[in-house]
């Protein structure tokens, strides 16, 4: 099925039977990412007087009780009220409408390769994202996108299932490059990291802050931003523009568990 758009002047064709599910699927009785979480994802029968929910177990049907946070288990997306006291609920905010989105692949280096730097000093075996090479990657010669997918290099399929608690320290931009992307016109950031920023920093929460104006007290656009954490993107999808249905789990909470789906689309 092909769908033809005007996409603020230009033509766009897009392949909707081509989707492509950005998000990471949660299993609760098998591997599964984890972020800054005590436990795992879970999943257990629900048990009243007379019932249990399990047909295994003797009961009538399955009803499972699942416990997880979405911050912190598989691919979520976030509102500006993940860093408020009255916390906005992500779907009162964000834009939820289809929208353009351009995928890039972001090749980090180690500290000592760049002039750019995080709001502390990092380890030399920790990683930066530059804006150089985000500048590098994005161009000018593309049609203006609503959202940006980042992918980072190496690219493996065990970023579906890691336990970040275990696994070596992931890369975070630099604050150049945060500070660049604060200023575009996006409105949505996808990241295949579980966070914007090092899992231990003081709560500082940097880039998130930078991401969404956080110290701005006059009516922001930024504050409108979304950004959707734990994503994969197979390395089958080419760098380039693509149509993002961002689709969201109705729950009024900051941050929801999300499926990001990429359609391939032509420009005209």
């Known amino acids: ?86 916390p906005a609920m992500l779907l009162d905010t964000i834009d939820q409408q289809p929208c353009l989105a351009q995928l890039v692949t972001l090749q980090p280096v180690s500290p000592g390769a760049t002039q750019e730097y995080y709001v502390e000093e990092l380890p030399a075996e920790e990683q930066l994202m530059t804006r150089a090479d985000l500048e590098s990657q994005i161009g000018t010669d593309v049609p203006s996108a609503d959202a940006l997918v980042v992918r980072t290099a190496p690219n493996p399929i065990q970023k579906r299932s890691t336990d970040y608690a275990a696994a070596p320290p992931y890369p975070v931009f630099s604050q150049q490059a945060m500070q660049w992307l604060s200023g575009g016109h996006w409105k949505h950031l996808l990241i295949d990291l579980p966070s914007l920023d090092r899992a231990h920093d003081g709560g500082r929460l940097v880039n998130h802050r930078l991401w969404w104006r956080i110290d701005s007290q006059e009516p ?43 359609y391939p689309a032509d420009v005209s």
């Open 1 to 86: 099925m092909i769908a033809t758009i005007d996409w603020r002047g230009r033509g766009l064709t897009v392949h909707l039977d081509q989707g492509v599910d950005l998000s990471v699927t949660l299993n609760p009785d098998g591997p599964q990412p984890s972020f800054f979480a005590g436990a795992p994802a879970r999943a257990e029968p629900l048990k009243a007087p007379g019932y249990v929910g399990s047909v295994a177990g003797g009961g009538s049907c399955n009803a499972d009780v699942l416990s997880y946070v979405p911050h912190c288990h598989g691919t979520h997306t976030e509102c500006i009220g993940h860093l408020q006291a009255r």
């Open 220 to 262: 922001n656009p930024a504050h409108k931003r979304s950004v959707t954490e734990m994503i994969y993107v197979p390395d089958e999808l080419a760098d380039g523009i693509y149509w993002l249905e961002l689709q969201l789990q109705p729950l009024a909470s900051d941050a929801v568990s999300s499926r990001p789906i990429l």
